[in-house]
Each structure stands twice: as structure tokens, then as C-alpha cells.
């Protein structure tokens, strides 16, 4: 009969028949076949504490989520674009360029295509016309042109004429400083002071001589309405007094001037008579400084007739 089991026991699980066949154990020890073996009772299990319950296991990095705006989808294209995508931007650039190249071959002017040979003849025969009358034009304005140009030479040439007259008139009124070669007199009193007929017999044959401008002391420019006068120490030109030595500064041809001093009873000769003495330098440069202020003449008019 079995054994009664306690409630400490279990009952042994059936023992699986191995896989395969079951070889029988060689030697004199081996039990007769056939016979089952019997299992031990296995020992009660200990009571073990609940196990922690399963967390997330570790997987790899999460993917990149995808764009999900057509922006997005389309910076991402434009950046990385695929063969497929460069593909079809080149045949795009292909269509574009031959689209291009069909408009502008459109564009020529075909106007005349259609005409006739008498048509295409009146045409020519138009646009030479047209080319004569505006050949004709051209000339018109380039002789314009000539006369205006030689009108404005002439204008200017004159205009220098004038401004070269001008410029000799103030010289000779002793309107402006001048400068150019001349000579100096230097007339010293030793004797006798200087006569006012000899001072104006030396300003009459410097005229002479080619003088172009004169002055005495620095201080007096000799024109043509000048006025000499006896005065007291001395001698007074345009209501100026002048005193011994009496320097006068000429421009003009050197040795020229020097010639209309010097020659037989010239005012050289005049001025030692009476008991002065005479130096005369000549000089390649010489400046004349003083000027004389322009008088508005009361009578005399311009005549405009001629």
C-alpha cells in the first residue's frame, strides 16, 4: 500500500525518459532492465522575498524625428539632395535652356518675309531716300557747326585784340605797374638846382627815344597830362615835391634810352652845364610801381560813328 504523505511533502514530479535510446550500464552491478528508477523526495523550497518588478530595458538611441513641415522637407532637400532629385534639376535646366533658346529664335523679325521682289525693291529704294536726306542733314549741321566755330574764333580774336589795346592804353595812361628792362638816371645837385626846362627837355627826349613809362623818385608816375613846376627845395611834378637826387626810372630799349641822354647838347650835357651831375645805369629788369588814379575826362565824348 502507498505511504501516507504529509502536508510537509510533495509528491515527486515523474522523471521524463531521456532522449534517445537508453544504453544498459556494463558490469556485473548493473540492475536488470526494465525496472524503473525511483526519484528522491526533493527538499521543501525556502521562502524567498517578492521579486522587484521588470524595468524598461535599455535599447539603442532613439531615431531623429522625421520634418513634418514641407519647409522643413524641402531645406532638407535642398541640402542633401538625392540622385533622383539631381536628376531632375538637370533635365529641368535642359527644358528651361531649349525653352529659352525656341523663344528668342520666335523673336526675329520676319517682317519681310512674306513681301514680294517689286515690294522688297520699293523698300530698299525707301531707305535709300531716307539715308540721303539724312546724309544731307549731317552736312547742313556740320557746316552749322564751321560757322559757328569760325564765328567764335573771330569773336575770341578780337576779344584779345581789345584786351591786348587795353592793356598798352593803361600802360601809357600809367594806370598799372609795369616792369621790363630800362635804365636809371640819377641826377645829383652840386651847384645850381635842376631847371624845370631842363627836367622837361629830358622827359620830351625819352618819349623820343621809345620810352614806355617813366617816373621820378619812386613816387610819381610820368604820363601825359603831367605837369612839372618850380617849388621851393626843389621841384614838384603833379603837385608832388621832389628833391635832389632826383631818380628817374625808364623802360624801354637800354641802349636806346642811353642814346637820347647822351648825344651832343642832349640833357646830359644840359644838366652838367647848369652844374648837376649824371649817372646812368642801364638795366635788364626794372620795376615801376607807382600808378596815377584815372580822371573822367568833362568834354571830350566818344565818337561812335566811325
Do not use: C, W
Request: glycine letters at 8%; hydrophobic letters at 35%.
Amino acid at each position: 500500500m502507498p505511504e501516507p504523505t504529509t502536508p510537509d511533502q510533495r509528491p515527486a514530479e515523474p522523471v521524463k525518459p531521456a532522449e534517445g535510446p537508453v544504453r544498459p550500464e556494463s558490469g556485473p552491478s548493473a540492475e536488470p532492465q526494465g525496472k524503473p528508477e525511483v526519484a528522491p523526495e526533493p527538499a521543501p523550497a525556502p521562502a524567498s522575498a517578492p521579486a522587484p518588478e521588470p524595468g524598461p530595458e535599455p535599447g539603442p538611441n532613439p531615431a531623429p524625428a522625421a520634418p513634418t513641415t514641407g519647409r522643413e522637407r524641402l531645406i532638407g532637400a535642398l541640402r542633401k539632395p538625392s540622385r533622383a532629385q539631381a536628376i531632375v534639376a538637370v533635365l529641368l535646366a535642359v527644358v528651361g535652356f531649349a525653352a529659352v533658346t525656341q523663344v528668342r529664335a520666335n523673336e526675329v523679325d520676319d517682317s519681310y518675309a512674306g513681301l514680294r521682289e517689286q515690294d522688297l525693291i520699293d523698300v530698299l529704294n525707301g531707305l535709300a531716300g531716307t539715308t540721303q536726306r539724312a546724309q544731307s542733314e549731317i552736312a547742313h549741321l556740320e557746316t552749322t557747326r564751321r560757322d559757328l566755330q569760325s564765328s567764335t574764333d573771330a569773336r575770341q580774336a578780337a576779344l584779345a585784340q581789345a584786351q591786348d589795346r587795353a592793356d598798352t592804353l593803361a600802360i601809357m595812361a600809367g594806370l598799372v605797374p609795369v616792369t621790363g628792362p630800362g635804365i636809371r638816371i640819377t641826377v645829383t645837385e652840386d651847384t645850381a638846382p635842376v631847371s624845370v626846362d631842363t627836367m622837361l627837355d629830358t622827359i620830351q627826349e625819352l618819349r623820343a627815344a621809345g620810352a614806355e613809362a617813366m617816373q621820378i623818385n619812386g613816387k610819381v608816375r610820368i604820363v601825359a597830362q603831367s605837369s612839372v613846376e618850380e617849388a621851393v627845395g626843389g621841384i614838384s611834378v603833379d603837385g608832388t615835391l621832389l628833391r635832389s637826387p632826383y631818380v628817374i626810372d625808364v623802360i624801354g630799349e637800354p641802349h636806346t634810352l642811353t642814346g637820347g641822354m647822351t648825344f651832343l647838347e642832349g640833357p646830359r650835357a644840359q644838366f652838367e652845364e647848369d652844374g648837376q651831375t649824371v649817372k646812368i645805369d642801364e638795366l635788364q629788369s626794372l620795376d615801376i610801381e607807382s600808378t596815377v588814379q584815372p580822371k573822367q575826362p568833362q568834354y571830350a565824348q566818344p565818337d561812335t560813328s566811325q
